[in-house]
Nanobody
Framework: VQLQASGGGLAQAGGSLRLSCTVS????????MGWYRQVPGQQRELIAS???????NYKDSVKGRFTISRDNTKNTVYLQMNSLKPEDTGVYYC?????????????WGRGTLVTVSS
């Protein structure tokens, strides 16, 4: 499985970015998908997830601002980030599961850096 995240960059506080995760070798509609964020010196944390039934979960700090979605025709997962804050700065990783819908998120792609200026 190959996951390639893109769409990061520099944004001002209050702005928006949309991250994309292009997935190869598996079909995103039958795999649980997640977006993680890592800040230097801290552990990677799950901020949004989307399961095969279409249910989503978000870290409290991004609820109402971030939206995870997928486009089955493009086999791509997105993270729409609105009302960005400086504390959203970090490297964002797309992730899925070796066991498809069970177990932990344990397949990672390269991250994409998001920097939010105040």
């Amino acid at each position: 499985v190959q996951l390639q995240a893109s769409g990061g960059g520099l944004a001002q506080a209050g702005g928006s970015l949309r991250l994309s995760c292009t997935v190869s070798d598996v079909i995103v509609s039958v795999y649980d998908m997640g977006w993680y964020r890592q800040v230097p010196g801290q552990q990677r944390e799950l901020i949004a997830s989307l399961n095969v039934r279409g249910n989503t979960n978000y870290k409290d700090s991004v609820k109402g601002r971030f939206t995870i979605s997928r486009d089955n025709t493009k086999n791509t997962v997105y993270l729409q980030m609105n009302s960005l804050k400086p504390e959203d700065t970090g490297v964002y990783y797309c992730s899925t599961k070796k066991l498809r819908i069970n177990g932990p998120f344990d397949i990672w792609g390269r991250g994409t850096l998001v920097t939010v200026s105040s």
